[in-house]
Each structure stands twice: as C-alpha cells, then as structure tokens.
C-alpha cells in the first residue's frame, strides 16, 4: 500500500499553519458579514417603497450569508473536535459506515453518478458515527471532482496488507496534480487554477483516521486522470 506523500506539517509549521487557519477562518467570515450588513442597509429602503420583491430578494441573500457563516463554524468546531482521541469504540462494519455514509449524501449525490461498493469490506475496531463523518466527507468530495465528467464513477473497495486495512475510495474526476497533493489536506487552502472554498473535509476526514490509528492519503496520477484516497486502519 502506496502511503503517498506525507501531508502532516513538521513541528516548525505549527504555529504558521495556526496563524494560516485563523487568518483565513477570519477573511471567510468577514465576507458574508459584509454581505449582511450591505443588505440590511437596503431592507429599509425596500420596505419604505413597498419594493417587496427587491426586499425579499435581499433577506434571501441574508439568510444565505448566516447560513455560510454557520457552516463555517460548524466546520471548524468539527476539524477541532476530530482529533481528539476515541473514548468508547466498537466493532463496526465498514460496509455499514458506506451505507451510512451514502444515506447521508442522498440530496448531493448527483444522479449521473455511479457508485459501486464491494461486498466484502471488512470490520475494524472504531467510532461508528466518527467513520461514517470521514467516509461521507471523502464521498463528498468525490462526486465534486466527477461532476461533469462523462461516464462518472466512484467505487468503494478494501485492501488488507500486513497489520493494516485500507478502504480505497476511487473516482474518475479532474484529478490533482502530485506536487499539490500534500496542499489538500491543509485546512482553507486553494488549489492553483480552482475557485470556491478550499474547506476542511478532507482534512476533517484525515484528523478521524489518526485518531483511529491510522491515516488518509490520496493519490492521482494528474489532472483529468481521477483520483484514490485511502483510508488506513489497524488491522486487528
């Protein structure tokens, strides 16, 4: 099993990768504030003009920067809730945490888009509901990069090599470059040539498996040739 390029920060880029966090955590939030109060300068206008189109319009655009602010900081408090160690754990099948996983994403998996799941994945020792947040990130993701691709495609699978268990999650979307593969595990960054928030999924999703003892790696040969993040664990 290929671990890929190791994305975790050496002990010197602590403290900048905390000051990178903060600062742009910050620079996220201050746009949709700015959103909302622009906007409400112009409710009472619209209201003053009986303009109710114009102002419901506006309170729509409000309510979308409350609720990217919200999310905003649902994610954080989750990126810093996952790395914390596991309390109880508990035979769980992987097969079950896909399905849930999946469940979960019925509203964002985009119809086109074929999934196939192995029948066999194996058990390991885990946080059900912690596996299923890092796989359903991992899916998410993954229909992201093959949305608009022909013939879209994500399979799920398992590998078993020595004392460890990989759950290999594939798609044939727009791929990564290999040098900027450590960049993505690395909370708000952007990706060269990509547009829209960078986000912490992934590295949401990495966080959980290290706290399970073990790790998420992805790999892709290049842009336009898919992607396979692996999700390690110990084997027992």
Not at 60 to 80: G, T, V
Request: charged share 25%; net charge negative.
């Amino acid at each position: 099993m290929n671990p890929g390029p190791d994305p975790r920060p050496t002990d010197s880029d602590d403290a900048w990768d905390a000051e990178l966090l903060v600062n742009a955590v910050a620079h996220d939030l201050k746009a949709p504030l700015v959103t909302i109060q622009g906007f409400l300068a112009g409710l009472e206008g619209a209201a003053r003009a009986q303009d109710w189109e114009r102002f419901q319009s506006d309170s729509q655009r409000i309510q979308r920067a409350c609720s990217r602010m919200r999310q905003l900081l649902d994610d954080l408090r989750e990126f810093a809730h996952q790395g914390q160690s596991l309390r109880q754990t508990s035979r769980v099948s992987l097969a079950a945490v896909v399905a849930d996983a999946l469940e979960q994403l019925a509203g964002v998996q985009p119809e086109a888009v074929s999934v196939t799941v192995d029948q066999d994945l194996p058990e390991i020792q885990g946080d059900r509901l912690r596996l299923m947040r890092a796989v359903q990130n991992v899916l998410e993701n993954a229909f992201r990069s093959v949305c608009g691709r022909q013939s879209p495609s994500v399979d799920v699978s398992a590998i078993r090599q020595g004392d460890r268990i990989g759950l290999l999650i594939r798609d044939n979307g727009q791929g990564i470059s290999p040098e900027e593969i450590p960049r993505i595990f690395q909370p708000y960054r952007q990706l060269s040539g990509r547009t829209g928030a960078s986000g912490l999924g992934l590295a949401i999703a990495q966080r959980i498996a290290r706290a399970h003892g073990g790790d998420l790696t992805l790999d892709s040969p290049g842009i336009g040739q898919g992607a396979t993040v692996t999700l390690t664990f110990p084997r027992d």
